[in-house]
């Protein structure tokens, strides 16, 4: 059903599609190797659930996959710094959501995530940003099925 | 590249809200201060790298679809 306020994107993946509003985030900063690229639409699928994708406005054909890190990850912390918080505007702890992105591979074992540049999200005004995380705990690739490694 | 030349404590404006200024010289090493507006991201060179890197391997999905991913993801055991 179309609504008011959709916005139509074009991906080579899925052709046309609608996005609400509220699946919208813009990096003002785009992400790091992609800095043009400002506006993406995150989006679910029941086949592709629990990753989600993360479509660009301006380059039909980019696209990330993305997870829920904690679902893989209990244990992670990452250590957002106040300033982070901030660039965003962020002012309550729930408005903040984290995603990591996932580079795909042949293998599905070979699967990772990145979590020591999350994406940051603030849920109210729905800006972003990736953070460069300085933790030796994590590194740009984790093995997805090896949950923890 | 602008290439300047800096004393300790003294430090150069990048724009109107980006000042750095060199805190210390130790051999090799050099401190440097940052000050900048929460907007402005600043990141170590080598971790920005890895990041930018990380993300062009990552923009790579071809015509991969998830199925199988989010299968073996869904049945892993704990």
Redo the contacts between chains.
């Keep these: 059903m179309s609504q008011d306020g959709e916005i139509r994107f074009t991906n080579v993946?899925f052709g046309e599609v609608a996005v609400p509003p509220d699946r919208i985030v813009t990096f003002?900063?785009g992400?790091?190797?992609?800095e043009r690229c400002r506006e993406f639409a995150i989006l679910e699928d029941e086949?592709?659930?629990?990753?989600y994708w993360m479509l660009s406005a301006e380059n039909p054909r980019?696209?990330?996959?993305l997870i829920d890190p904690f679902l893989?990850w209990p244990d992670y912390t990452p250590r957002i710094s106040r300033?982070?918080l901030?660039?965003l505007s962020i002012a309550k702890q729930e408005d903040a959501l984290v995603y990591a992105?996932?580079?795909?591979s042949r293998e599905?074992k070979e699967?990772t995530a990145?979590l020591?540049?999350p994406l940051l999200i603030n849920a109210a005004n729905r800006t972003a940003?990736?953070l460069?995380l300085?933790d030796d705990r994590y590194t740009?690739?984790h093995r997805?099925?090896h949950?923890g490694s | 590249m602008l290439v300047l030349t800096r004393k300790l404590g003294e430090s150069i404006v990048i724009g109107n809200n980006v000042r750095i200024t060199v805190l210390d010289l130790q051999g090799k090493q050099i401190r440097l201060g940052i000050d900048a507006p929460?907007?402005v991201?600043v990141?170590?060179g080598e971790?920005?790298e890895?990041?930018?890197?990380?993300?062009?391997?990552?923009?790579?999905?071809?015509?991969?679809?998830?199925?199988?991913?989010?299968r073996?993801?869904?049945t892993?055991k704990p």
Excluded: C, M, W
Aim: glycine share 6%; no cysteine; proline share 6%.
């Design positions: 993946r003002p900063n992400l790091p190797g992609f086949e592709s659930a629990p990753f980019l696209a990330f996959v893989v300033d982070d901030k660039s992105i996932v580079t795909l599905v699967v990145n020591s540049g940003k990736q460069a300085l740009t690739k997805v099925l949950g | 929460p907007e991201s990141h170590r971790v920005y890895r990041i930018e890197a990380e993300n062009r391997a990552a923009a790579q999905v071809g015509e991969r679809d998830l199925k199988q991913l989010s073996a993801l869904k892993r």
